[in-house]
């Protein structure tokens, strides 16, 4: 009689969980936090209510945060308790492979605004009205019909009461041979330390593990912080031309992802001092290699399209 009632089949059954609706919640105040701030920087509004948008922003992103970790706990939970058995873990492994690839056409976008920009500084159009349709007419005005933009004078694009660069301002890019190519190299020995830390889990061996996963996070990191050093000495801004525009939104989306990634590995470094992987068990970490190899990726088409393709001829100029 206990037989019939037992687990017959090979598939995990959920248990009723409130993170679902709770994400989707935390996900709409996340949102309309972010519009209202938005549109008081914009319109100069004082909110919603009296009630400032990066604060309603703030909570939204808090409970997202909040609720991610609590949802991840309960899956961590569930693989410890051998719920994730063989054919589960393979239909895991069909939804990160899903998931990696709608990231990939989310930096295809990216690279797709990138390149439109890059190839067709002045247009291709003849005709005024489609021309002035499609903002090609914008577009000669702020580059000059030349990629990258030409420099302009810093006199003229400096807030004078404080000494900031304006919106529009513009004096060169990256080095690709400096800071772009240390990063390259951290990314590159970050993926050489997640595998050799893979390859340690399928021979159960701990140590090796822990030492691997240790290291990928401290790249991770380290790569975190000569991205914020870069961006604190860039010499063009976010606003005001195009190439800083698409300069910011593919390299910042790729940072963003590299600081969700370090995480990922932090998360795994701390389940295996606790020995929770072995060797027929661990797709948590197994998705979190997959994924820093994505970012890797990456970065090495932003490195050469971007900061060698595209440096032009002003290329190492600083503030």
């Known amino acids: 009689m206990a037989q019939a009632h037992g687990k017959q089949h090979d598939y995990h059954l959920l248990d009723p969980s409130p993170w ?23 319109e100069g509004a004082a909110g919603l209510f009296g009630v400032h948008g990066s604060w309603v922003f ?33 239909h895991l492994r069909y939804g990160i492979i899903l998931f990696i690839a709608s990231e990939v056409m ?19 159009y003849t005709l005024d009205n489609v021309k002035e349709a499609l903002g090609l007419v914008q577009r000669n005005e702020l580059f000059g019909g030349v990629w990258p933009p030409v420099p302009v004078d810093s006199t003229d694009a400096v807030v004078p009461a404080t000494g900031a660069p304006a919106d529009g301002y513009f004096k ?24 050799w830390a893979h390859h340690c889990v399928l021979k ?59 995480i990922f590995l932090a998360v795994c470094l701390l389940r295996a001092l606790k020995g929770h992987f072995t060797p027929k068990q661990h797709f948590g970490f197994e998705a979190a290699a997959w994924y820093w190899h994505f970012v890797d990726v990456v970065w090495l088409f932003l490195f ?10 002003n290329a190492g100029a600083v503030h």
């Open 20 to 42: 679902p609706i709770l994400a989707a919640l935390s996900a709409l105040v996340l949102a309309i936090g972010g519009i209202i701030w938005m549109r008081s920087l914009g």
């Open 172 to 195: 060169g890019t990256f080095d690709p041979w400096g800071i772009p190519l240390v990063n390259t190299l951290i990314l590159l020995t970050s993926g050489c330390t997640v595998t």
């Open 204 to 262: 159960n061996d701990r140590r090796g593990l822990v030492l691997g996963l240790a290291a990928t996070v401290a790249l991770g990191f380290i790569f975190t912080c000569f991205q914020a050093y870069e961006y604190m000495h860039a010499a063009f801004t976010f606003g005001g031309h195009g190439y800083g525009a698409t300069f910011y939104m593919a390299t910042g989306f790729h940072g963003g992802h590299v600081i969700i990634g370090t």
């Open 106 to 124: 989310f930096f295809v976008a990216w690279f797709w605004a990138y390149f439109d920009f890059a190839l067709f500084p002045g247009g291709v």
């Open 58 to 90: 703030y909570l939204g992103a808090a409970c997202v945060i909040t609720v991610a970790a609590m949802w991840w706990r309960d899956v961590v939970i569930e693989a410890q308790r051998g719920d994730h058995t063989p054919v589960v873990q393979l």
């Open 304 to 313: 050469a399209s971007i900061y060698v393709w595209g440096a032009g001829p």
